[in-house]
């Protein structure tokens, strides 16, 4: 190998400084375990283990780091079995036996009508699989599944109700969706913004702005609190985001757009394996699998006289997590009381119009 005029250690710094910036998994798993004295101490931990508290890292990383989450706008297309009061899918319980592919799915129940489905069979007339041709409307639960048949039996098929997008698994919150509808953004000639610069701003260079600013406020403020924000439910481990309105208002091959916020995966965005809080908190979590597994020997005596102390390892672990969790919740979290600003926004933009009000009547 040939070595710089300044000769090996610049090659040797330099591989230094590339390990000591992760990129990549296996790299950041190499950190953690050289921070704890690898190689030149045996760490006792199992590899699997190792991994094992990466992905408990991780976790709690995407949780409360506000570098581990982005704020996105997703588009969720409205499809026949997203719509609210229809039978969004099928599943097959039990095949049974004896059934014909000429059979068919009756829909029992539910207070809704339309729904219609069939099936395939294998050789044996074990039901395959069962397809849902029409989702039907108006179903206020989910209807009981039956199967006409005259030689069948022992298949048992269930129905799951529409009213929701399923959303990815990268995806930890949704908070709102955009107004599907409003009194001010109709976008044609009788739209009220059209209509107020129509006849109220003759010219931009001699017309104030502020009554055309504050009666759009007002505009607002009515119809936030006659009309409100449409309500939805989301849980992170279902990745259903239900909507609750209306559905008729919507036509399919619509569009929605959610505002949620997703996981920033460090596979695709590297910079995240060289997160010092991350590469922290990790060592820490393996150190203290470390201490877990080395406990059961502690005050052991071996040959030489050096004696195990696995509790220390454990408890000088646990003690650096907490430091650790509460740094990141005090540092690196974002406020939990955003709603907060919401309402003092909504109570000046109140006493803002209030003042208005109170000037023009005198």
């Known amino acids: 190998m040939k070595f710089p005029p300044d000769g090996p250690w610049v090659v040797l710094k330099g591989l230094m400084l590339q390990m000591s910036k992760p990129r990549t998994r296996e790299e950041f798993k190499q950190n953690c375990l050289r921070r704890l004295g690898w190689p030149i101490l045996e760490v006792n931990v199992d590899e699997d283990q190792v991994d094992d508290r990466i992905d408990e890292a991780l976790v709690y990383y995407a949780d409360y780091h506000f570098d581990a989450t982005e704020k996105i706008y997703y588009r969720a ?42 099936l395939t069979t294998y050789a044996n007339g074990t039901i395959s699989s069962v397809t849902l041709t ?65 006849n109220d701003l003759h010219t931009l260079t001699s017309t104030s702005l502020v009554p055309y600013y504050m009666a759009f406020q007002h505009i607002q403020l009515i119809e936030q609190l006659l009309v409100g924000e449409q309500p939805i439910r989301y849980n992170r481990h279902r990745n259903r985001l239900h909507i609750d309105m209306n559905w008729d208002r919507l036509n399919n091959a619509q569009y929605i757009i959610i505002e949620a916020y997703q996981v920033v995966d460090p596979d695709e965005f590297t910079d995240v394996w060289n997160d010092r809080w991350l590469l922290r908190y990790c060592t820490a979590l393996i150190k203290r699998q470390w201490g877990t597994n080395m406990k059961k020997f502690t005050g052991m005596t071996l040959p030489n006289g050096i004696q195990f102390n696995g509790q220390q390892i454990y408890d000088e672990a ?33 006493q803002l119009l209030q003042c208005f009000s109170s000037s023009t009547m005198m």
Request: proline share 2%; glycine share 14%; net charge negative.
């Open 318 to 350: 646990i003690e650096e997590i907490e430091k650790l969790e509460n740094e990141v919740l005090n540092s690196y979290s974002l406020p939990i009381s955003d709603m907060i600003g919401i309402w003092i926004y909504c109570l000046l933009t109140y």
């Open 77 to 118: 297309q409205v499809t026949a079995n997203t719509r609210g009061g229809a039978i969004h899918s099928l599943t097959l319980v039990s095949g049974g036996t004896a059934y014909s592919n000429t059979d068919t799915l009756v829909f029992t129940g539910g207070g809704g009508s339309g729904a219609t489905g069939t």
């Open 134 to 198: 029409s989702n039907g409307s108006k179903y206020g639960s989910e209807p009981t599944v039956m199967i006409q048949t005259s030689t069948g039996s022992g298949a048992s098929v269930t129905s799951l109700l529409g009213g929701f997008f399923q959303l990815p698994e990268n995806i930890i919150g949704a908070v709102k969706i955009f107004s599907l509808g409003s009194v001010y953004n109709s976008g044609n000639f009788f739209d009220i913004r059209y209509q107020l610069a129509l």
